[in-house]
């Protein structure tokens, strides 16, 4: 699978900021303009960029996804992914993930490194094996991101990573984009809390990464 971005792309591109270093090639274009498009609002370039490099750091073959969208995220999470990996993604949006299933294939990636599963993450996760998972990604509803914390703690093995997107996002911005602050001071306190969560947990080393909207990384030590 080739990367993001071929090297004649490269040559007249300024880095400029992180979401620069590395350009999305027409598969990743198509699908960021799908979500876009379903108000489902992807990772920007330099948080794909960041998940594909922690995938392939992990050696991940069992990755975990809250919060499919429209496949971004997930098209970054495999090409880091080893050549045999799994990607388990989950929404509760059946239309976003039918634009996903099309970005994959799109991408080359058949059934045998996908399984989609419609329907609600804190319903699911309880399903799924312990210590089975190299890396959990969420991008989802700020105000479950201690709940998701504490089940991606016990997904992922010893040596695995836990990535939560939009840590430092404005709760006042929903994650379409659009002003609204009915549940906002719910969501600060959410994502403070799964902050301090992954910062105190003894099992953990965590960073909070100036990427997207705060990239909340922890490994499982």
């Not at 090639?25 to 489902?40: C, F, I, K, N, Y």
């Not at 809250?66 to 880091?80: D, F, K, P, Q």
């Not at 990535?163 to 602050?181: F, N, T």
């Amino acid at each position: 699978m080739t990367g993001p971005m071929a090297a004649n792309e490269r040559a007249d591109r300024p880095m400029g900021t992180a979401d620069g270093y590395l350009a999305e090639d027409d598969v990743l274009a198509s699908a960021r303009a799908r979500g876009d498009a379903a108000g489902a609002t992807p990772v920007t370039s330099g948080v794909g960029a960041a998940l594909a490099f922690l995938a392939a750091t992990t050696a991940a073959k069992a990755v975990v996804e809250i919060g499919t969208g429209a496949g971004v995220s997930g098209l970054w999470l495999l090409r880091g992914m080893s050549g045999d990996g799994t990607l388990t993604s989950i929404d509760v949006d059946p239309e976003l993930q039918r634009a996903a299933r099309r970005s994959f294939l799109d991408a080359g990636y058949g059934p045998s490194r996908l399984r989609l599963i419609n329907g609600m993450a804190l319903e699911v996760l309880p399903r799924l094996t312990d210590g089975g998972y190299d890396l959990v990604f969420v991008d989802a509803v700020p105000t479950e991101y201690p709940r998701y914390l504490e089940e991606a703690v016990r997904l992922i093995r010893p040596g695995g990573v836990v990535v939560l997107e939009g840590v430092l996002a404005d709760p006042g911005i929903d994650r379409a984009g659009h002003d609204g602050h009915e549940r906002a001071d719910i969501a600060a306190a959410a994502l403070q809390e799964v902050a301090d969560l992954a910062r105190d947990d003894g099992r953990l080393v965590a960073a909070l990464l100036p990427l997207g909207q705060g990239l909340l990384c922890a490994t499982r030590v």
